[in-house]
């Protein structure tokens, strides 16, 4: 019989989760399940294993099959937490409303009304989510209150949840004040380490995406930063990957965009087996990255792959088309952006609010002054400042004053626009926006040479282009030499020199004036090799067959990996799911149009196309199975696993090397060690 099959696979399944070992968990429940012998009570066991091992599809399946173990059994109340699971994960992974409602619908005929049960509590939470991502935030007001008033009687993780849901709510009504406390109270929860590792970095995810939505980016980099710190330990699914994604939105801000862009690629892997549409987050940000760093064409690649995920890639392709002399195009993108917006179901990004719109008026002042269109640019700042008064942030009040600096200089007010323009520098560089306070810096430079000061507007030019420079790694001038000879700036300090050594079965590491002994791992020879060569891209492949090869330490004679393929794209049960998916959408769709509603079949129809073309990828001529490129796909995902592993015990045995590993190695397709070039580590073997 197979070891991951059989009598005590389920028990030690439980073990292998309890210590943090997803993957031999994941392998003994799936063997057990092959086998015959996991009981339907297992099947949650099996659905929360599956996520924090990276396998969306199993854990969505296994919920459903906890739903008709719960319906067999004449247990209504568990058939209805399991389709509340299934909704839940639907929700947040995948994006897609229409299945998340058929589910949801199920849950609420099989649960009686005024329960105080967890089903219950946990229903309020997906509900209130549902709306606020549909746009629906009056609708969603209710059931977020739900989840806290039931949660806090019997269930702390969805009460926690709930009152979150409840927060954003109130701000994006513009009831801030409100919000931010609630949101204190929430964050509570995940400090006290009494939720789940789930629901804790849910909390921790919503927090982040609250107040970054709300331009409130000093206490969002206090949060990122504890989400980090408990991410290194505690996270499963796709949450290392969610907080990667607002680390590289802390960076960019920051001005240091070779790190948010190293941050995000290493995201975008990371939430490729769980994300759908929204995995066009990432990639939006990515595109923003690069603008930043003027790589106009690379921002482009981002922005349309964003969109090809069925994500909204505006205000950033507009400002690429800008970037790339195609003002028209760019215009027209901004203004169809404003008049007919998106409502792409997003939690980092709730469609149809005030804050959604707020970077696109931005954009468009910028947009429509270039193409000559004054009256639309007035329009968009004077709405754009009644944003930032209603929400009394400094990014938005900056954002705003450069707006309006924009148009009194187009208007001919040089006098005026230097008073905004000023403005906006100052809360730029209160915010710590180095970007953004360059950019108005820029406009400031015109409006005082406009204004015949010529020389204040050749400081404020020469102080913003050093800036940009050094965020687009532009080379810096050369530091003036010292007729002593060098001085302290060129020595390498001892300490700078690393060693990643192997020695027999462990790793002698130093790093930073510490030494640790680390055991052997398939990963720290990956890690070796990419140590070895900073800045270099190793394809997997070449990372496999050269840790296979005769002379390769540690691995005997093994073979190299052979081409072929990885079988079919999608297997047929990933095929069931969709067309289960699909099914699901119909439905929904056909009760739309019976209802009358309009912008629900809307919806509906746009997730219908979205899973045909994911489902007709799988599929070539004449309707064949599609065959993955599978050894290369392979090697990604066992290579990144293993580097994931190594750095993760790296890190329990020297906490400050294993930080600098997670900022610096980036993990895919190609592989590479990423250090600073102004701070390289100096790593021997």
């Known amino acids: 019989m197979d070891d991951d099959a059989g009598p005590g696979a389920v028990e030690r399944a439980r073990a292998a989760a309890a210590r943090g070992d997803w993957q031999q968990a994941f392998d003994l429940l799936v063997g057990a399940d092959a086998d015959g012998s996991l009981d339907p ?24 099959r906890a739903h008709a173990a719960g319906m067999r059994s004449g247990n209504p109340v568990a058939a209805a937490g399991a389709a509340v699971r299934v909704a839940m994960h639907l929700l947040f992974d995948t994006a897609l409303m229409a299945p998340v409602r058929g589910w949801l619908a199920r849950a609420e005929a099989l649960l009686p009304e005024g329960g105080q049960t967890p089903a219950h509590a946990w229903l309020g939470v997906v509900r209130a989510y549902e709306r606020m991502l549909t746009g629906d935030a009056p609708g969603a007001r209710p059931w977020a209150r739900q989840a806290i008033e039931v ?90 990957g969610r907080c990667r994604v607002h680390r590289a939105e802390i960076l960019r801000l920051r001005g240091s965009c070779d790190d948010a862009e190293a941050e995000v690629l290493t995201a975008c892997e990371e939430l490729r087996p769980y994300l759908r549409r929204e995995l066009g987050w990432p990639l939006d940000e990515l595109g923003r990255i690069r603008l930043h760093k003027g790589d106009v064409a690379g921002a482009e690649e981002a922005l349309l ?48 609010t005030a804050l959604q719109r707020a970077p696109l008026l931005g954009a468009q002042v910028e947009i429509e002054i270039v193409a000559g269109d004054l009256g639309r640019a007035r329009s968009a700042a004077a709405e754009l400042e009644a944003t930032a008064a209603r929400f009394g942030t400094n990014a938005l009040a900056a954002d705003a004053a450069l707006a309006r600096g924009r148009v009194r200089l187009a208007d001919g007010d040089p006098g005026g626009a230097e008073e905004s323009l000023s403005r906006a520098v100052s809360l730029w560089n209160e915010v710590g926006a180095p970007y953004e306070a360059a950019r108005a810096r820029m406009d400031l430079a015109e409006a005082c040479a406009a204004g015949g000061a010529g020389h204040r507007a050749g400081l404020e030019r020469d102080a913003a282009r050093r800036i940009l420079e050094g965020i687009r790694g532009s080379p810096a001038p050369d530091p003036p030499v010292d007729a002593a000879g060098p001085g302290p700036r060129d020595e390498q300090p001892v300490e700078r020199v690393s060693v990643f050594h192997r020695e027999g079965d462990y790793w002698s590491v130093v790093f930073g004036g510490r030494s640790v002994l680390v055991r052997d791992l398939k990963g720290m020879r990956y890690l070796a090799r990419l ?46 799911a969709y067309r289960r998916r699909l099914a699901e959408i119909d439905d929904d769709l056909e009760q739309a149009h019976a209802s009358g509603d309009a912008q629900r079949a809307t919806q509906a129809d746009t997730e219908r196309d979205f899973l045909l073309r994911e489902l007709a990828g799988a599929y070539g001529l004449g309707g064949r199975h599609r065959r993955a490129a599978s050894t290369s796909e392979r090697a990604r995902a066992a290579v990144t696993r293993a580097v994931r592993q190594a750095m993760a015990r790296i890190a329990e045995h020297h906490p400050p090397l294993g930080e600098h590993l997670d900022r610096t190695i980036r993990t895919g397709t190609y592989c590479a060690y990423l250090p600073d070039p102004r701070a390289p580590a100096g790593w021997r073997s």
Do not use: F
């Open 531 to 576: 140590l070895a060569d900073p800045g270099r891209e190793h394809h997997v492949l070449d990372l496999v067959a050269a840790e296979r090869s005769p002379g390769a330490p540690g691995t005997g004679s093994a073979a190299p990996l052979a081409p072929g393929d990885a079988g079919e794209v999608l297997d047929a049960q990933a095929k069931a």
């Open 41 to 64: 009570g297992d099947l949650p066991l099996l659905g929360e294993v599956a996520y924090a091992a990276g396998h969306l599809d199993v854990t969505i399946e296994a919920w459903e």
């Open 151 to 240: 949660g806090s009687a019997c269930d702390p993780a969805a009460c926690a949840i709930g009152r979150v849901a409840e927060a954003r709510l109130l701000i994006l009504d513009g009831d801030v004040q409100q919000g931010l406390a609630l949101l204190d109270r929430a964050g509570l929860a995940t400090v006290s380490g009494d939720l789940d590792p789930l629901s804790t970095g849910v909390v921790y995810c919503e927090l982040v995406c609250a107040l970054q939505g709300l331009a409130q980016y000093d206490v969002a980099e206090q949060w990122t930063e504890a989400m980090e710190r408990w991410c290194r330990t505690n996270a499963i699914g796709s949450l290392h």
């Open 305 to 352: 792959a964003a969109h090809r995920a069925g994500w909204d890639p505006e205000p950033g392709l507009a400002l690429v088309r800008l970037a790339q002399g195609d003002v028209a195009t760019a215009a027209a993108s901004v203004r169809d952006a404003l008049e007919r917006p998106s409502r792409v179901p997003s939690k980092e990004r709730p469609p149809d």
